[in-house]
């Protein structure tokens, strides 16, 4: 029987015969298939394949939304600091917890 192979929390089996390909040329293959499989699939159906619960991007404040909550909570109304921000701070998320629980495509800066 063919051997698993690990894609992160996916097994799979290789089904592919053990003929002339290299252990890492089936690892390739295997993987550009999987992500292939992958990028043909809804959200919908990726979610239903996560083995764990998932922090979506949509729960994660950006920098902007963080900054108007801090200072309506501390009663300050500092607009023309915000303004000056606006265009990184609506594209940015400051996230502090398990990030292989994010819903995202990729993180920048996750180390300390």
Do not use: C, F
């Not at 015969?17 to 290299?22: A, F, I, L, Q, V």
């Not at 917890?97 to 800066?109: F, H, K, M, Q």
């Amino acid at each position: 029987a063919p051997s698993p192979v690990s894609l992160g929390n996916l097994q799979l089996r290789a089904a592919a015969s053990h003929s002339t390909m290299y252990a890492g040329n089936k690892r390739k293959k295997l993987w550009r298939e999987e992500k292939e499989r992958l990028l043909k699939m809804t959200l919908e159906e990726r979610r239903k394949e996560y083995s764990r619960q998932y922090v979506p991007l949509k729960d994660i404040p950006t920098w902007m939304e963080d900054i108007k909550s801090k200072n309506e909570s501390d009663g300050e109304n500092t607009k023309e600091e915000a303004q000056g921000k606006r265009s990184l701070s609506e594209k940015v998320s400051l996230y502090r917890g398990d990030i292989t629980l994010l819903e995202v495509d990729a993180i920048v800066n996750a180390g300390r």
